[in-house]
T-cell receptor, first 114, second 115 residues
């Protein structure tokens, strides 16, 4: 699972700034998932994307959060006007196009909002 | 309703003993997969084991086995011969194949292995 690359690993932002988290899936994977993990809690689904399409964004907050997975380049989770409650670990995972057996995780991006 | 339920927030086990971590799930999709992940204190998510809804036999991977009871909708993880390095959070997850392909995670069980 080292193949899913997330950066930055750690990000510090002040309230009101923007945070951009990037995820490069494993080679050949076209399904990307974003999860948020608050301290001492489990993973909460945020969004599921395929190349150039948002498939399911039912877990995304209605405001300030957006995600994309362009034809070229990494998937990006963008948080505008961050607040302290956005402080969390954000995990990206990828899955092969035609297999449901595994979900490969990145090492997460830890956002701290001051 | 919760898709995945893990009722044990914390568990303790003596080194070299076996331990069972409980997981129940809820789905009406006949085709689904069940997963267990380990999250050590370093934070990464490590895939442990997978069970497909149509698999006839319980999955095993080394010291990990999945006790799959389909009628009861349970997918308990059994760790045999516990080691100190097994101390971590353990998450059960499910993927519904015909209902959006989304993965659902439980709230996790914190396992502590006692020397």
């Amino acid at each position: 699972n080292a193949g899913v690359m997330q950066n930055p690993r750690h990000l510090v932002r002040r309230r009101g700034q923007e945070a951009r988290l990037r995820c490069s899936p494993m080679k050949g994977h076209s399904h990307v998932y974003w999860y948020r993990q608050l301290p001492e809690e489990g993973l909460k689904f945020m969004v599921y994307l395929q190349k150039e399409n948002i498939i399911d964004e039912s877990g995304m907050p209605k405001e300030r959060f957006s995600a994309e997975f362009p034809k070229e380049g990494p998937s990006i989770l963008r948080i505008q006007q961050v607040v302290r409650g956005d402080s969390a670990a954000y995990f990206c995972a990828s899955s092969p196009r035609d297999s449901g057996r595994e979900l490969f995780f990145g090492e997460g991006s830890r956002l701290t909002v001051l | 309703a919760q898709k995945i339920t893990q009722t044990q927030p914390g568990m303790f086990v003596q080194e070299k003993e076996a331990v069972t971590l409980d997981c129940t799930y809820d789905t009406s999709d006949p085709s689904y997969g069940l997963f267990w992940y380990k999250q050590p204190s370093s934070g990464e998510m490590i895939f442990l084991i997978y069970q497909g809804s149509y698999d006839q036999q319980n999955a095993t991977e080394g010291r990990y086995s999945l006790n799959f009871q389909k009628a009861r909708k349970s997918a308990n993880l059994v760790i045999s011969a516990s080691q100190l390095g097994d101390s971590a959070m353990y998450f059960c997850a499910m993927r519904e194949v015909n209902t959006g392909n989304q993965f659902y995670f439980g709230t996790g069980t914190s396992l502590t292995v006692i020397p």
